[in-house]
């Protein structure tokens, strides 16, 4: 495993909280942070970075279709659908059945505890607030079971 697979996926998955974290709290994905997170990724296509080079770039692009797809019929918003590009790079072939695996559960966890912040049961803190907003609103911050399972799916397919 080269280090700078190691390098660039951990920076990646800092990126990645950070993004989960603004679209929970404004469900807004800013361009200039996918654009990062896809500088970082493209160097994972390098031949010799990762054992799969150039073909990393197949599951971002059908990841990216499929987001575009679910935008198109108002089932994502366009910042979720753009995260689907550096994700899919940097998940990889290794990694997209665990990515894809994963965020189903991810998804039903934030829609339980949006739930739950819908009932007041989310707590009085700031996260509690936040969800009762959110229950309010109608809004899902799906950037945030996104990065859960791609944190999860980059951390298997550096494992491998």
């Not at 799969?52 to 499929?66: C, D, K, S, T, Y």
């Not at 940097?90 to 912040?117: E, K, M, N, Y």
């Amino acid at each position: 495993m080269e280090i700078v697979d190691i390098v660039v996926s951990a920076l990646s998955l800092v990126l990645l909280a950070r993004i989960a974290w603004i679209d929970f709290s404004t469900l807004r994905i800013p361009n200039r942070d996918v654009l990062a997170l896809l500088a970082l990724s493209v160097v994972l296509v390098v031949p010799g970075v990762t054992g799969a080079g150039m073909a990393n770039l197949v599951p971002g692009i059908l990841l990216f279709g499929l987001g575009v797809l679910f935008w198109l019929f108002r089932m994502m918003g366009a910042g979720d659908a753009k995260l689907f590009l550096p994700l899919g790079i940097l998940i990889g072939w290794d990694g997209i059945l665990i990515f894809a695996v994963g965020l189903l559960p991810f998804s039903l966890v934030l829609l339980g505890l949006i739930s739950l912040g819908k009932r007041g049961l989310a707590g009085q803190g700031a996260i509690g607030r936040r969800l009762a907003e959110l229950s309010q609103v109608g809004g899902i911050p799906y950037g945030v079971p996104m990065a859960a399972a791609a944190f999860v799916a980059v951390l298997w397919r550096l494992m491998l």
